[in-house]
């Protein structure tokens, strides 16, 4: 079952499932499609009467993505379009704790380090880098998608980069890692690929996952299975794919907008949240995740659409 | 802009290059790109002055205008001997094109490039624009300037030209009715649609609220140029200052403020100072090209020309054209009312841009979201026009340009 929210005249670019509730989640949301405007940061909960705005805080400028804290429940961060990273008690009426001014473009990618001691937090800026995620298994450890069509991984320690993959034949926009593997990495492009990656070993890909018509937006791995993993796309579609195989397990048509923000529930199995320009934000299960049993080799992808007015 | 770019950039690629154009998304309306389209690459306006009593009252039209066109030129480096063309709207000023000309000079630009101007009302602005369009289009030159501006302070409306009329003009009913005052009109179109003085009231306040939060959260920023004038004073001193935000923006005004104004043109009427425009100074530039030229020289595309349309309505409800052209733009486009996110209509009194909206069936969110404050008089809408026909209406166009760049890749 899908449960479905609109954000009235915001449309959605990111959206993160907290590590510590179950039930709750984040969705960063911008007026006017992120053009112009301002932006509105929800956070909801998922209740058995539907998706629940549980705060909405407002901001003069874009919100792009945004992140939880590993240390604190009640404490997200969120990049903005004008460079700044704010930091957001969900127990605090008002607007942000704090907000520092760290970039002068637009802020489009957060992340927490995973490193419970550090606390440490990544910003990826649209100079050129897109997208920035820490490992989840190697400390210090993080990889860069970005607009030169290459995924580097970084270790904070060093200003070189461990490695620099030529991943793609167009730009890089969004990167994950497998949660299973420390050195497997996905990437997904400008190019309608995905593409999986070993670090110590990059001259040519891993696998190659193919289907998406237009640039894929954003990849996320399951934290339930290794070989999952979840994409949106400007072609309005959200896919879910073994990486086993190169065509989608399911292609989920629920969005008539491109689709920008996608999660996986860290204590649901198979769930998953997605958001995009249509305003809507959509919490369901694939099909395929519904039973363990289909995970793994499809011979067609199972097209699931779904048009949902909330 | 940037951020237009960025996600176009994310279109440029698909599975199947050249995928067919006759797959259909919905009830979008699909847009092609065609490398003889005309885009804007850039658009600047001047802040604006009330007129008379305003930042501007000492400066003249030339001035400000060569502001608008040093601003464009100068935001995308463009050599000033490159320019096809210049075409200004304006409508008070009496030598409207000799102003260009000075403008053109002071703003460094060769005499190797001709200037026009035109006047068609509160429409000048559009019309420069679609004159250089049309240039454009008829392949004779790849690249122009439309500007407009307009100096309330020194050529305020009406009185001069008047005084010699042909007596035939009172025979001829239409001919006559050109005549009746601006104001009048207003009285006119609320009378005869039954616009009451609280819609009006109302209309003007929530223009004024819109325009007043749009400064303060900066979102005339972008498209302001700060302009640097001397302005004397009541004692007679000149100083120098820095305009950089609109005058005449009344964001605290209420419904009882608004309700205790007396009508202004007709004793029992409904037009007010409060729920008409008020006189203003300003000028603005917009820089056009060819798609296949703005790509050459690697410009920004800030949006495309995708309809225009020009429809004449009877002279005494003069204000309506809005609720005439506006289908008739659609209809040419192929898209529906609701397919526009951002509808931006002249406001130059509250009762005929009420009347227009109300017409169409717009949903008022999607009116003039920035707000005109029914500030500006028709006359001073050229300028305005062409900043929204960049800005916000063509920007809601490359929104949807790019969602249909989903299905039809003739974008590169």
């Known amino acids: 079952m899908t449960l479905s929210f609109k954000t009235k005249d915001r449309h959605g670019y990111s959206v993160k499932f907290s590590p510590y509730l179950p039930d709750r989640f984040v969705c960063a949301t911008s007026q006017y499609y992120g053009i112009a405007g301002r932006g509105t940061l929800f956070v909801f909960d998922i209740l058995s009467s539907g998706i629940e705005p549980v705060k909405i805080y407002e901001w003069n400028d874009g919100l792009f993505d945004a992140a939880w804290s590993e240390n604190n429940e009640n404490v997200v961060v969120v990049g903005a379009g004008d460079g700044s990273l704010l930091v957001y008690d969900v127990t605090n009426p008002k607007g942000p704790l704090k907000a520092f001014k760290e970039h002068s473009k637009e802020v489009s990618s957060v992340d927490w380090s ?57 730009e890089v926009l969004t990167c994950d890692w497998n949660k299973y593997d420390q050195n497997i990495l ?62 989608a397990m399911e292609i989920t048509e629920h969005h008539t907008e491109f689709v920008y923000g996608l999660d996986f529930n860290l204590h649901r199995p198979g769930q998953i949240v997605d958001c995009g320009w249509d305003s809507l934000v959509h919490v369901y299960k694939p099909r395929v995740l519904l039973d363990g049993s289909l995970i793994g080799m499809v011979p067609n992808p199972l097209v699931v659409t779904t048009l949902v007015e909330a | 802009m940037e951020r237009l770019n960025v996600i176009a950039s994310h279109l440029s690629m698909s599975e199947k290059r050249g995928m067919a154009t006759s797959e259909v998304a919905g009830s979008v309306k699909l847009f092609s790109f065609n490398p003889d389209d005309i885009v804007v690459v850039a658009a600047l306006r001047t802040p604006i002055g009330k007129s008379r009593r305003g930042v501007f009252k000492d400066t003249h039209g030339d001035d400000l205008l060569s502001q608008a066109f040093n601003g464009v030129l100068k935001s995308v480096n463009i050599r000033p001997d490159e ?33 026009s101007a035109v006047n068609r009302q509160c429409g000048s602005g559009l019309q420069a624009f679609m004159n250089i369009a049309g240039g454009i289009k008829n392949k004779a030159y790849p690249l122009g300037l439309a500007g407009g501006f307009e100096m309330m302070s020194k050529s305020g409306m009406g009185g001069k030209g008047f005084d010699d009329m042909n007596p035939r003009i009172m025979d001829v009913k239409e001919a006559k009715d050109s005549l009746i005052p601006m104001g009048l009109t207003s009285e006119i179109v609320a009378e005869r649609y039954g616009v009451s003085r609280e819609v009006q009231d109302r209309f003007s306040m929530d223009s004024h609220k819109k325009a007043a939060a749009a400064t303060k959260n900066g979102h005339f920023k972008a498209e302001i140029i700060p302009v640097t004038v001397e302005v004397e004073d009541m004692e ?123 017409k169409l069936g717009i949903p008022s969110e999607k009116v003039n979201p920035k707000g005109r404050w029914v500030w500006y008089p028709c006359v001073w809408e050229q300028e305005w026009e062409l900043l929204p026909s960049s800005n916000i209406i063509l920007e809601t166009y490359v929104l949807r340009d790019l969602i249909n760049v989903y299905k039809h890749l003739n974008f590169e």
């Not at chain 2, 495309?304 to 733009?329: H, K, N, S, Y």
């Not at chain 2, 040419?332 to 609701?338: H, K, P, R, S, V």
């Open chain 1, 186 to 247: 996905y990437s997904g492009s400008v190019d309608c690929s995905i593409r999986g990656w070993d670090i110590r070993n990059y001259n040519k890909p891993l696998c190659e996952m193919t289907g998406h018509r237009f640039a894929v937006r954003r990849v996320k791995t399951s934290p339930f299975n290794g070989n999952t993993l979840a994409s949106c796309s400007y072609d309005f579609t959200v896919r879910t794919w073994d990486v086993r195989q190169p065509h």
């Open chain 2, 83 to 115: 320019i096809g063309d210049i075409c200004v709207g304006n409508v008070n000023d009496a030598r409207a094109s000799v102003t260009a000309r000075f403008a053109q000079f002071f703003s460094g630009i060769p005499h190797t490039v001709p200037v």
């Open chain 2, 236 to 358: 007679g001193n000149r100083r120098t200052i820095t305009v950089t935000e609109d005058e005449g923006i009344r964001g605290n005004t209420t419904m009882e403020v608004l309700a205790k104004l007396k009508p202004a043109f007709k004793q029992g009427g409904t037009t007010t100072a409060g729920n008409s425009s008020q006189t203003s100074d300003g000028a603005a530039a917009v820089l056009v090209a060819s798609r296949e030229e703005a790509k050459r020289r690697g410009l920004p595309i800030l949006g495309t020309l995708r309809a225009f349309a020009v429809v004449g309505v009877a002279p005494d409800e003069m204000g309506v054209g809005p609720a005439a052209a506006i289908p008739q733009a659609l209809k040419m486009a192929g898209l529906t009312i609701d397919d526009i996110d951002v509808y931006e209509i002249n406001e130059a009194f509250a009762s005929q841009a009420a009347y227009c909206v109300r």
């Open chain 1, 114 to 170: 995973p490193t419970r001691a550090e606390n440490f937090i990544l910003t990826a800026s649209w100079d050129s880098t897109i997208n920035a995620i820490w490992s989840p298994r190697l400390p210090g450890c993080f990889a860069t998608a970005s607009g030169d069509k290459t995924l580097r991984v970084w270790d904070r320690r060093t200003p070189q980069p461990q490695c620099t993959i030529q991943a793609h034949e167009g």
